[in-house]
């Protein structure tokens, strides 16, 4: 098993939830305005959880070239919240070869001191 370098990302703020909800067109105010995430019994707004898939999908762009990805999945765990720090972490599981290349299989985890937000699996090229 080959262990990749890990990611830290500062912390999620207010702010970024707001932004984020302008780039990605995901305006449901449980990410940006807090009466409405308190309403809804979530203690506050919470992070898209498809912000914490960009962040593994950064690091996998960091850790392999982008143009090697087959395949990426991942579940979503746990909500993430403004304030918290997340590291994605990352292993190379196994090698196998497909069709005369040999493709790298791993594991990809972001996760906050306390808890694993979203675990997944990706599949690259090997150079």
């Known amino acids: 098993m080959q262990i990749l370098e890990p990611i830290e990302k500062p912390e999620i703020t207010h702010q970024q939830l707001v932004k984020y909800a302008g780039a990605s067109g995901d305006f449901n105010p449980i990410h940006t305005v807090v009466p409405v995430g308190e309403a809804a019994g ?20 960091q850790w392999f070239p ?17 304030g918290e720090k997340l590291t994605i972490s990352g292993s190379v599981l196994e090698e196998v070869e497909r069709d005369g290349e040999v493709w790298l299989i791993g594991k990809v985890i972001v996760a906050s001191e306390e808890e694993t937000k979203l675990d997944g699996r990706f599949e690259v090229i090997k150079e």
């Open 42 to 61: 979530l203690g506050g707004v919470i992070a898209h959880g498809m912000l914490a898939m960009g962040f593994a999908g950064q690091a996998l762009a």
């Open 66 to 82: 982008r143009k090697n990805l087959r395949n990426f999945k991942v579940r979503f765990k746990k909500m993430t919240r403004p």
